[in-house]
């Protein structure tokens, strides 16, 4: 099935969006001198990604996803800065293709794969998932992807595998965030082996049918989305299967703030704000936050994974 | 410089002080093109906060620079300045009760208690409005000598201001970091002429 006359479940609301985009565009072309206004983006030459095959899926969420715009600008990815729009700023020229992935540990089949290896084996997905970062804001993203479970399974994992551990690629001259120790570089991250197989964690390659742009973590990123955003490691070049726990790099640099599990829970308050609301990202100056949901509204599918786990201690 | 030329500098200083809120309305009005960005409520305050900060190290700066430069009239703007700083710091945290929390004194009251930099922030807020409150001239006469004690409450304040934006970041301290250093260096210059001070007359002791 290809992606090219098929009605995408976004299409049928993205109207709105379409118009604020051209908004967007009017607004991002009036240039602006003054260090003064924090909050407005100059124009970056920005091209389109290529569009992707892709097929539908059922599980998506029927919420209307957030706009093209608010997708690209807004992210955390410090490796490019660590203001929100930074890494649409500073991103642009990243060059993704060569991408080799080292697969190691506990596995018969390690060695070392080009994205193409990773990905064309598999069908990519049209994916509307709720995004919930840690800071108490949340976004819904058309991603483009497929279980990481299935291409797990292709390395055959041994059974010392117990986790599966993820770094992003370091090379601060590609990186410039990389040049300041905001954090320990490369960006480790890591999942219990039933979390990295579970059918709702994918390994993403775009967004809105589209290849994935540099700045939300080209050209290969994990999306775990009952876990907050830290969690979905960006730009990833290794995966190794482990019998211990791999350390992650909010957990080294805060432990007390970030878990290694860091599923969404409205219980368990972060030390420094409140977990039981998040803001929706494109509702508005003026719209109240939102309840957040117990594993990000995944529960039904995941709660099972922690049965008996202790959440507050296993943040 | 003269009592009527002071007067009139203050015309374009008081103009220069309100263009961090004429950007503000531009933003949320969204003329020219411009925004408030992805995350309105976020950048509003962010946006008062930090200028809440500079104006707050501006006035801190007239003693030290009144000092360095000789110019007595320098302290004639110390007071605009301080309210400005209170002006922002009040939009600062009617945006975060207002917008974000939309008045929800449950919420409010749990951030105060329950989130430290919330809490320092906070308790800076509140010194600040005593200050604002008693800074008329009436009140100034009126409270003799206890005004100028009161007032030193703007040192602890601008340490718990620039401490809750330390502890607001998640990661990069740059940028609060150099709002701690160019407080420590304001902070810094009184307390060293306070020393020379006191070495140099040390028998002047008080009456």
């Known amino acids: ?315 | 410089m003269k009592a009527k030329h002071v007067r009139f500098l203050k015309v374009p200083v008081f103009g220069l002080s309100l263009v961090p809120l004429a950007i503000l309305v531009v933003e949320i009005l969204g003329l020219w093109g411009l925004s408030l960005g992805t995350n309105p409520v976020e950048a509003l305050i962010h946006f008062t906060g930090t200028w809440g900060l500079n104006f707050l190290l501006i006035t801190l700066a007239v003693t030290p620079l009144r000092r360095l430069t000789g110019q007595a009239w320098l302290v004639r703007f110390r007071r605009m300045f301080g309210l400005f700083a209170f002006f922002y710091l009040a939009l600062h945290f009617l945006s975060y009760a207002g917008i974000d929390q939309r008045f929800a004194l449950g919420f409010i009251l749990e951030d105060i208690a329950e989130r430290p930099y919330i809490t320092l922030g906070f308790a800076a807020f509140l010194m600040l409005s005593a200050l604002a409150l008693t800074s008329t001239r009436d009140m100034v006469r009126r409270l003799g000598p206890r005004w100028k004690k009161l007032h030193r409450l703007v040192y602890p304040a601008a340490i718990l201001g620039v401490w809750h934006y330390y502890w607001l970041v998640k990661a990069d301290l740059l940028e609060p970091l150099l709002y701690a250093a160019g407080l420590a260096l304001l902070l810094g210059m009184r307390a060293w002429w306070r020393w020379r001070q006191r070495r140099a007359a040390p028998s002047s002791s008080p009456a």
């Open chain 1, 1 to 315: 099935m290809t992606s090219k006359k098929r009605i995408r479940s976004w299409e049928i609301t993205s109207e709105s969006n379409y118009l604020n985009r051209r908004d967007f565009l009017r607004g991002s072309g009036i240039a602006l001198g003054g260090a003064l206004a924090a909050t407005a983006l100059p124009r970056v030459a920005e091209a389109r990604p290529p569009e992707l095959e892709t097929v539908a899926w059922p599980g998506s969420t029927d919420e209307a996803p957030n706009s093209w715009e608010d997708i690209t600008t807004y992210n955390n990815f410090y490796e490019f800065g660590t203001a929100k729009e930074d890494p649409y700023r500073n991103a642009q020229d990243f060059v993704t293709r060569p991408w080799t992935v080292r697969v190691s540990g506990e596995c018969d089949r390690p060695g070392d794969y080009d994205y193409e290896d990773i990905v064309n084996p598999h069908t990519l997905e049209d994916r509307v998932y709720r995004h919930r970062c840690v800071e108490a804001w949340s976004m819904v993203v058309p991603w483009v992807g497929f279980p990481l479970g299935d291409l797990l399974k292709r390395f055959e994992p041994n059974s010392n595998a117990k986790y599966v551990a993820f770094k992003t690629l370091y090379d601060p001259a590609r990186m410039p965030g990389q040049r300041r120790p905001v954090l320990r570089w490369p960006y480790r991250e890591g999942l219990t082996i039933e979390e990295a197989m579970h059918p709702l964690t994918i390994l993403s390659v775009g967004v809105y049918g589209r290849e994935m742009p540099n700045q939300k973590g080209a050209p290969i990123r994990l999306v775990v989305p009952w876990k907050y955003g830290f969690k979905g490691i960006k730009s990833i070049v290794e995966i190794e299967f482990t019998r211990r726990r791999p350390r992650t790099s909010w957990n080294l640099s805060a432990p007390r703030e970030y878990g290694f599990y860091s599923n969404v829970n409205p219980e368990v308050d972060h030390p420094r704000w409140s977990q039981a609301r998040e803001r929706r990202i494109g509702a508005g100056l003026f719209a109240p936050k939102q309840p957040t949901l117990m594993f990000n509204g995944y529960g039904e599918e995941v709660a099972h994974l922690y049965a008996g786990l202790d959440l507050r201690k296993n943040y």
